[in-house]
């Protein structure tokens, strides 16, 4: 254990990694952990100033069941998982181990750039809300598995957005993402949106695949011929397939989203736990404005304006309820699309991970485009497997697969089948 | 007479083991020190998440079904989201959109004596803020608050009527009657802070006051007649009547405005993504109206067919549950208007003691056999409610107890003791003074320890003078 | 801005919501009329609990992580 504290230590001197390292951790399988998931007795920040102090009294229910596992530190991310380039931290920005003036992507970008950097950590854990799995897990070249939701106990994990967030892996290989995902997934009754279905991890079915041709048309050119030289190569038969409200996915996703986080986020306010000043004197507006002003970064602030404004009254209707509503007709789109195929392909994300001087010229907007490729599948909840697919201007490229619900037999499977592909 | 508007929002804690959206204990909440009843969910700690009580359930949907509510089929939970420092997520878990029940009723008397439907618009479960203390000043002057999250959580029912009370008077009354029947269905903690409400009041169409957090339903009362004195003053001195909220304080009796109506709080409510809908079928609405027992107003209705009492000795003994199941029990073996006799002076010793029946320890048995004692003759009436008076907190020492009260042989020479205790008394008597026949009555009755009953001591007296 | 008042924050950055609100707009395209909203991925419902005590936090745990506080109450402003 010991070499890999030192090794934890020396990859975050030079890549960021890491907000807590714990030295404490003895004996076991070492596991990094996403820093929104609560460790008990371990600082838990979400990335944020605003708890900057924040040591849990209890442990979230995945850390309760990572059974001979020691917690050796907790990842940097983008404050409460806002964000796909992990910049948005307020604990230094990991650096991608291919190329360290690019992103290791976000939000889970510590958790997967420690697996792709660590000689011996075979997987950590991270959590996905609109694909902060599989971005890192793709500009980072290793496997990004994101559970179908329910299936992982979201009981301790600090919410950005509970209707969508998932706790998953960060692993080297499919296999050990599926020992990860077994050790973590089952019923727990202290969640009441977990769900009691069992895991399946195997099947020998003779999938079929489908490509949704959304995806493709997202995606840089050079992506898209290495994908298809890659499956023409392999020899499997695939059919295209439409998700026809893929344009309307990143809009629907943000409304969602922002409109429970910004919820989620109202308790941070300078009582009980973390970032609090003096009070006496003020008065509560005041006080939590002082807090939250100074404790929130701007992403997040951004954030919770927005997500403020689409569920006022006479807003609500047009941007709330709306987008609950275009969010069902994206969850038929992919019934309707397993109904013919078993998995859907398609690249993990748009491009290779951005540099930090390109990430700096983006709008808001540019940002919250570039998970196109990821929200919808997040918004209907479905699982995913990002694999790597090798290299293109030297930096990692991933394949994501996705299937139905509970359905995380056939992605694995394929997974592996993917992992053996000449790249 | 000016035009009156009124409708309550009230607020009732239910008297469930946990709280409504976790596992913590609700046993003696109000007692136990500051922040020893909390845990991740009722302190808001970031990762927790919430889970709904079943029991909170039940209990509302037998308050629904007893005031003549609809019950709806699926119940869905909301985030109410206001900043506020008793707040421990700065939203609370409610039910906005779709309550549990609406559409129900409550009868009472109005301001005229008329009879008269209150309307209940809703019913919903909702989780009670902390409790806040205002350190050096009010809540509008205080340095700092400090905070007790004992309270966070806790499950409240919330009945919000339609405003069509026309009286304060008239509030008490639907707030009494709520009482009675909350305490029937034993889904509610009788005490403090039990029931609160918030009054929104009209005055001739002028704009609505708000004043909150009243508890109670006696001060409801008075908060409401103040205010309407208020605005008389101020309509008075040329004042507009603005929109606004109040606070009630209690031990001052004046309400003190806290904030005007520019924007009302935008609460913007969602789904709450933590909990799902819960379906309420048809199953368990019935399961919950068979553990309705006959309410109030049924019982009066009954009484008064089937028992010879008047309406005020009919009240008096439903208007605690136990007692009425007291007397039920009795008039089985005994004639119902000597047990409603009784257990109207029993009722009058727990109200002396301030105990409720739940707490007295008298069982029918012995009650029945002071009744039996009663009708032989062999205590007096007095002595019987001295009896009475001891056996209802101990009754195990009946037997001993009435011995003390038992009618003597011996009453000639008690009548005999008294007129040589009393020469100068009989003395006036005979002199003419007929009014200290009083006095010597009282004195034979004291001397006998109530054995000799008034009449009888007359009698002899003037016998013997 | 009243949205800023209303998240308790002091950030005028009303252009650049503006904008991102417009885009969001698309929507508006989307034919929903018959659709029912999605509150979550899939139907999960009745999930209820016993009202069955459990152990809460001792109240050392309960005060750990405040920095503000007085005796064994948490500390805050004042209320209004």
């Not at chain 1, 986020?265 to 005041?286: D, I």
């Not at chain 1, 404004?309 to 709306?322: I, T, V």
């Not at chain 2, 205080?142 to 966070?152: F, P």
């Amino acid at each position: 254990m010991k070499k890999i504290i030192n090794e934890a230590k020396e990859l975050n001197k030079k890549y960021n990694f890491f907000v807590t390292i714990n030295e404490k951790a003895i004996k076991g399988i070492p596991i990094a952990v996403k820093d929104n998931i609560c460790t008990k007795g371990i600082l838990t920040t979400a990335g944020s100033k605003i708890l900057h102090n924040y040591y849990p009294v209890f442990n979230a229910t995945v850390i309760e069941k990572l059974k001979g596992c020691s917690v050796i530190g907790k990842t940097t991310m983008d404050e409460f998982g806002f964000g796909t380039f992990s910049i948005n931290s307020a604990y230094g920005i990991p650096k991608n181990p291919h190329d360290l003036t690019r992103s290791c992507g976000g939000s889970s970008g510590g958790s997967a750039g420690y697996i792709a950097a660590s000689k011996y950590s075979k997987f950590a854990i991270g959590q996905s809300t609109g694909g902060s799995i599989t971005c890192p897990a793709a500009f980072c070249g290793v496997v990004g598995l994101t559970p179908t939701y329910g299936l992982v106990s979201r009981y301790g994990l600090i919410d950005f957005a509970n209707s969508l967030d998932k706790i998953g892996v960060l692993a080297k290989t499919v296999d050990d993402a599926s020992s990860c995902l077994k050790m973590i997934a089952g019923y727990d009754q202290k969640d009441s949106t977990s769900v009691d279905v069992k895991l399946k991890t195997k099947t020998t079915k003779n999938l079929k695949i489908g490509i949704p041709k959304e995806y493709f048309e997202h995606t840089d050119k050079k992506i898209v011929e290495k994908i298809f030289k890659l499956l023409d190569d392999s020899g499997i038969k695939y059919q295209e397939v439409s998700l026809p409200h893929t344009k309307y996915a990143v809009s629907a996703y943000y409304i969602i989203a922002l409109c429970e986080a910004s919820t989620n986020l109202a308790k941070f306010c300078g009582l009980r736990y973390g970032l609090s000043s003096n009070p006496e004197g003020k008065g509560f507006n005041e006080y939590f404005t002082e807090i939250r002003s100074k404790g929130f970064g701007e992403e997040a602030k951004r954030r919770i304006l927005l997500g403020t404004y689409a569920r006022m009254a006479g807003y609500r209707d047009q941007y709330y309820l709306k987008a609950m509503k275009v969010r069902t007709l994206i969850i038929k789109d992919f019934k309707k699309a397993f109904k013919k195929v078993d998995i859907l392909v398609a690249p993990s994300m748009p491009t290779i991970a951005p540099k930090f001087t390109e990430i700096k010229k983006l709008t808001p907007l540019q940002h919250y485009a570039y998970d196109i490729l990821t929200v919808a599948p997040n918004l209907a909840g479905i699982p995913q497997l990002s694999v790597p697919i090798g290299t293109m201007d030297k930096m990692p490229i991933g394949l994501q697969l996705l299937s139905d619900h509970f359905r995380e037999d056939y992605i694995l499977s394929f997974g592996k089948e993917v992992e053996r592909w000449k790249k | 007479m000016e035009k009156i508007k009124i409708g309550i929002e009230t607020h009732v804690q239910l008297n469930t083991k946990t709280k409504l959206f976790c596992g913590c204990s609700m046993k003696d909440i109000n007692s136990v020190s500051e922040n020893s009843r909390c845990c991740p969910t009722c302190l808001g700690m970031p990762g927790s998440k919430p889970r709904v009580n079943k029991g909170a359930i039940d209990a509302a949907i037998k308050v629904a079904l007893a005031l003549n509510c609809d019950v709806l089929s699926e119940m869905y939970f909301s985030r109410k989201t206001y900043f506020y420092p008793d707040m421990s997520k700065n939203f609370q878990i409610t039910q906005y959109e779709v309550p549990l029940a609406k559409d129900g009723k409550l009868e009472i008397i109005d301001f005229e004596g008329k009879v008269k439907k209150i309307g209940i618009e809703r019913i919903h479960l909702e989780e009670d803020p902390a409790k806040l203390q205002h350190v050096g000043g009010d809540i509008s002057t205080a340095n700092y608050t400090l905070i007790d999250y004992n309270r966070s959580g806790i499950p409240l029912i919330e009945i919000v009527t339609k405003p069509e009370f026309s009286h304060p008077k008239e509030v008490r009354r639907f707030l009494k009657k709520l009482v009675m029947i909350l305490e029937y269905l034993d889904v509610y903690v009788p005490g403090d802070l039990s029931l609160k409400s918030d009054l929104n009041i009209s005055i001739d169409g002028r704009e609505r006051v708000e004043i909150k957090n009243v508890t109670g339903a006696i001060d409801a009362e008075k908060a409401l007649q103040l205010e309407i004195v208020r605005q008389k003053g101020a309509i008075m001195r040329g004042e507009k009547i603005e929109r606004e909220t109040r606070a009630w304080l209690p031990g001052k009796n004046i309400t003190i405005s806290l904030r005007k109506k520019e924007t009302e709080n935008d609460y913007g409510y969602i789904f709450e993504p933590d909990l799902t809908k819960i379906e309420i079928s048809k199953k368990w609405i019935l399961e919950m109206k068979n553990k309705i027992p006959e309410l109030p107003h049924h019982k009066f209705e009954r009484y008064q067919k089937e028992f010879d009492i008047s309406p005020e000795l009919i009240n008096s003994i439903i208007d605690d549950f136990y007692l009425a199941e007291f007397y039920e029990k009795c008039v089985k073996k005994e004639d119902p208007k000597l047990v409603a006799t009784w257990v109207n002076i029993l009722k009058k010793i727990l109200y002396y003691n301030k105990k409720s029946f739940k707490e007295a320890e008298i069982t029918s048995d012995i009650f029945l056999k002071l009744l039996k004692m009663i009708k032989r003759g062999e205590i007096t009436d007095l002595g019987a409610e001295m009896i009475l008076r001891e056996i209802t907190f101990n009754q195990q020492e009946f037997d001993k107890i009435s011995k003390k009260y038992v009618k003597t042989d011996d009453i000639a020479s008690i009548i005999d003791g008294v007129i040589k205790e009393n020469k100068e008394a009989v003395f006036d008597y005979k002199s003419g003074n007929e009014k200290v026949m009083q006095f010597l009555i009282g004195q034979v009755i004291r001397k006998s320890n109530r054995t000799v009953d008034a009449k009888t001591a007359k009698r002899l007296l003037e016998e013997k003078l | 801005m009243k949205v800023a008042k209303s998240a308790r924050l002091d950030k005028d950055i009303e252009d650049q919501l503006k904008k991102i609100l417009e885009d969001f707009k698309l929507l508006e395209e989307v034919e929903t009329d018959n659709i029912e909203p999605s509150f979550q991925p899939f139907e999960i419902k009745n999930i209820l609990r016993e009202d069955a005590v459990e152990e809460s936090l001792s109240q050392e745990d309960a005060l750990k992580n405040a920095e503000q506080k007085q005796d064994k109450f948490f500390k805050g402003p004042r209320a209004v």
